[in-house]
């Protein structure tokens, strides 16, 4: 909300309490140079982060959206160049970061491997650029405050590990209170700016004065041993992999001490801290219980499709019920402030669900696919693909077609160096003639979408298999994160088709959606074909060049016809066979059970001139490991 050269106070920001401890944290420790907040639109996110930059005293660089490696890091500059007769380096936009707040707004949507690259140089502090002939490198002390809307897409688990601090910004929950007090603010602000920045300047120094003080006062900081192992429980309930939770949560510990003016850190900064650095590093896997409750499970499963959750083994990493004031695990450790701690583990904790087998995906490489370089040799690696536009990592370089606007300097030099005798220089180091020109050729790791159609119908004893579908999904997505590939659900039942997950590569969002999949009821195949046929139309339309799979796993036996009267089978058959979707390929998963199979999947895969599997046993291992078969995953 800036008005002229004002920017709305970083204490006149309702709320936000979280978010507002982490920027804070972030700028009193210099290690913590990475800040996520995360939240819907309207709630102030960007308005916190500006106004971070005018507490800090510090300019704020924004990061645009459009924004490609070349802008971002650097790289030739080609005039420059052309007239020393050298290579020389252009410095990007992260040479103007340095010493200042680098600002990211909706970064979700950034290019994934443009922000990996990003976080290095943050975390790392410098910015290393070797391309096109150039190499040189420059600094980049620079403290990241990014936001995005979780609604529009979230951010890979590995890049999301990398973010030091992740708070949550939320609109007020306070019977409309704080909804007032928020537009009477906007409103004071937008009225008279100079009186309302007054209004706050000494909240506003106030703070300033906390965080020199803390800079001052962190040096001298110490932990106990016995805060350490509160510290490493956490970070182990909450299953975060690796040590950046571990250090970040320290870290901010420290931060917090420093902030209330002490050189001790004491619980309660531990377990603030911990809400600031554990909460986007949750794990979502479950330890598989032991092979005897497997079986028992199991054999509960076939008498019921009924009480998924009651019947539930007791997951290994669930704690008993405990009274309000019991602190579990942590009888040991004395309240520092004679009070009883709170339960980090019920702060943080969320609700487990009912979730088939996760595995380790199998990857294939179907033969004939159009890559351009197979790294299926590499683990968890993709294929690259070429680049439709100026985004990616520059291979080779190529004859242009037409006008180009992404050319290989490079390239172009080694084209025009044989003829530099020949030709007039006019005053430059290398005459380039239109002959000469070569356009880059950049690769991308290609994307794809899986859309999983599941008959939720009563007809297949949807529990078990339900369950096995789950696991595979999430399964899948998991893998996903270094594929890009997004994950999607759509199940069928009653008399319709319901999109239950969108096409997404967020492993937490998942998991709260496929937690209540509704199942029974009779069998609408042909208005799932209809449903996803709009679905995926739109969906190629909006992601061009990107393939997209749709498996359908079903019997093939439709009892819902789409007209009153109509047989029902038939129906599915016709509208099968007239289905054109652009970039999209079926896979039909044969799920039919019993001594008497029909061959209505069968008939319904050629029907979409799709690839047919028969599944004995539906578990997640086979499922997507077929489907990673066939679209060369």
């Avoid at 909460?279 to 199991?298: D, G, L, M, V």
Wanted: net charge negative; with cysteine.
């Amino acid at each position: 909300m800036p008005a002229g050269d004002l920017r709305f106070p970083f204490s006149a920001v309702y709320g936000m309490d979280d978010a507002k401890r982490a920027i804070l944290c972030s700028l009193v420790q210099p290690t913590l140079r990475t800040v996520l907040i995360r939240g819907g639109p309207g709630s102030a996110k960007t308005v916190l982060s500006r106004a971070a930059g005018e507490l800090a005293g510090k300019k704020v660089v924004n990061i645009p959206l459009n924004v490609t490696e070349e802008m971002l890091f650097g790289g030739m500059d080609a005039e420059a160049t052309m007239r020393e007769g050298r290579p020389v380096m252009q410095k990007g936009l992260l040479s103007r970061a340095d010493g200042c707040i680098l600002y990211a707004d909706d970064v979700n949507l950034l290019d994934q491997r443009v922000l990996s690259s990003l976080l290095d140089c943050v975390l790392s502090g410098r910015v290393v650029v070797e391309r096109e002939g150039v190499s040189g490198s420059y600094s980049c002390d620079t403290l990241l405050i990014a936001t995005m809307n979780p609604d529009d897409s979230d951010i890979s688990s590995h890049l999301l590990d990398r973010f030091d601090l992740c708070a949550y910004s939320d609109f007020p929950n306070d019977d409309g209170r704080g909804r007032e007090e928020v537009l009477r603010r906007n409103a004071e602000f937008a009225r008279d700016p100079e009186g309302f920045v007054s209004m706050y300047s000494e909240e506003e120094g106030k703070l300033r004065s906390d965080i020199d003080r803390a800079r001052r006062i962190l040096p001298l900081v110490t932990i106990t041993d016995a805060l350490l192992g509160v510290a490493v429980e956490l970070c182990a309930k909450v299953g975060a992999e690796g040590f950046r939770g571990d250090i970040a949560l320290v870290e901010a510990a420290y931060a917090m001490a420093a902030l209330n003016g002490r050189d001790e850190v004491m619980r309660k900064d531990v377990e603030e801290a911990a809400m600031i650095t554990l909460a986007h590093r949750r794990s979502y896997s479950q330890p598989p219980p032991p092979p005897e409750e497997q079986e028992q499970q199991q054999e509960e499963d076939s008498d019921s499709e009924e009480g998924d959750r009651d019947e539930q083994p007791p997951k290994s990493n669930e704690a008993p019920p405990q009274d309000p004031g019991d602190s579990g695990d942590n009888d040991s450790e004395p309240p520092d402030d004679g009070q009883q701690p709170e339960d980090i583990g019920a702060m943080l904790d969320e609700m487990l669900f009912e979730i088939g087998e996760q595995f380790r995906v199998i990857d294939y490489l179907q033969d004939g696919r159009r890559i351009i370089r197979s790294t299926s040799s590499r683990k968890g690696r993709r294929a690259m693909a070429e680049s439709r536009d100026s985004s990616g990592r520059y291979a080779r370089s190529r004859i242009p077609e037409g006008r180009v606007t992404d050319m290989a300097f490079d390239a172009t030099v080694r084209a025009a160096a044989p003829y530099q005798r020949s030709r007039d220089h006019n005053g430059l180091a290398v005459s380039i003639e239109k002959q000469d020109i070569r356009r880059k050729v950049r690769e991308r790791r290609s994307g794809c979408t899986i859309l999983f159609l599941v008959d939720a119908s009563g007809s297949l004893g949807v529990r078990r298999r339900m369950a096995a579908v789950k696991g595979a999904v999430l399964s899948m997505l998991r893998d996903s994160y270094v594929k890009r590939d997004r994950i999607g659900l759509m199940a069928f039942r009653r008399d319709s088709a319901e999109l239950v997950l969108p096409p997404t590569r967020s492993v937490e969002y998942s998991y709260r959606k496929l937690e209540e999949l509704p199942t029974g009821g009779k069998t609408p195949l042909g208005q799932a074909l209809a449903t996803v046929s709009d679905f995926m139309t739109s969906y190629s339309r909006s992601h061009p060049g990107e393939s997209c799979y749709i498996v359908l796993i079903t019997d093939g036996r439709a009892n819902v016809p789409l007209r009153e009267g109509a047989d029902a089978n038939q129906e599915v058959e016709r509208l099968a066979e007239g289905l054109s979707i652009p970039q999209v390929k079926w896979i039909v998963v044969d799920a039919s059970t019993g001594f008497v199979r029909f061959d209505n999947a069968e008939r319904l895969a050629k029907a979409l001139e799709g690839t047919y599997f028969r599944l004995e046993d539906l578990d997640a291992d086979r499922l997507a490991g077929s489907v990673r078969s066939v679209i060369g995953r």
